[in-house]
């Protein structure tokens, strides 16, 4: 039982560059989200969706875009990717009632 | 809206003392409330979870949860703390809010075991 699988789990870009990092579950979830990671910061919010074709900004959705076309793939796109974006991004998933479910995390670093 | 406080970034205990984690909440709905624990370099995964059942919550590796309304609060405890506890512990808010689901969560509090 895979759950919430992303790639990569590691990537170093350039400042400028693009990139998408892979989300995919398997547990038919409605809701998938994409979170960051930074020391002292917590988990915040980039985007999330609450079903296919519907995606919704969250906490800190600048330079970020994401689109959901199958229930199960919901990929996140750096668009230029600037020093301010590296972080550990998480990806989860879940459905009415139930707890969020999370994938193993892809660390980014933008030099 | 809803959001998570978590008193402390880091919490120290000694192995086989008792752990308190604080975590208050605010939400304008019934709330669903969630803490999660994260090992180095891993993912989050589930410590134990309250939605509107019984309002002390036992989860895995002998920890527990009381939700209480009157105090906004769902502070994590386990009896005696072992070295394998150590990890980063997040606490998360979510309800119903516009259909989705989606959890909120705390800024985190480092738990720090010494032998």
């Known amino acids: 039982n895979a759950g919430v699988t992303q790639t990569p789990k590691f990537q170093v870009l350039k400042t400028g560059q693009s990139m998408t990092l892979q989300c995919a579950q398997d547990?038919?979830?409605?809701?998938m989200s994409w979170y960051r990671q930074d020391p002292g910061m917590g988990l915040r919010l980039i985007h999330y969706?609450?079903?296919?074709?519907?995606?919704d900004q969250g906490e800190v959705p600048n330079g970020y875009n994401v689109s959901r076309s199958t229930t199960e793939d919901f990929p996140l796109r750096l668009l230029s990717a600037a020093p301010s974006q590296t972080s550990v991004y998480f990806c989860?998933?879940?459905?009415?009632?139930?707890?969020?479910?999370f994938g193993q995390g892809t660390r980014l670093t933008v030099v | 809206a809803q959001s998570v406080t978590q008193l402390g970034s880091h919490v120290s205990v000694s192995e086989g003392a008792l752990v308190l984690l604080r975590c208050n909440y605010s939400?304008?709905?019934?709330?669903?409330l969630f803490w999660y624990v994260q090992y180095p370099n891993q993912g989050l995964q589930l410590l134990l979870k309250?939605?509107?059942?019984?309002?002390l919550v036992k989860g895995i590796n002998g920890f527990e949860a009381e939700f209480k309304k009157s105090e906004t609060s769902f502070h994590l405890t386990k009896p005696s703390a072992h070295m394998s506890d150590a990890a980063e512990y997040f606490c998360?808010?979510?309800?119903?809010?516009?259909?989705?689901?989606?959890?909120?969560f705390g800024r985190g509090t480092s738990l720090i075991v010494h032998p």
């Open positions: 989860a998933s879940g459905a009415p009632y139930t707890e969020a479910f």
């Open positions: 939400s304008s709905v019934p709330p669903y």
């Open positions: 309250y939605t509107s059942a019984a309002t």
């Open positions: 969706s609450v079903g296919a074709g519907i995606t």
């Open positions: 547990m038919n979830h409605e809701y």
């Open positions: 998360a808010v979510s309800h119903a809010s516009g259909g989705s689901y989606i959890p909120t």
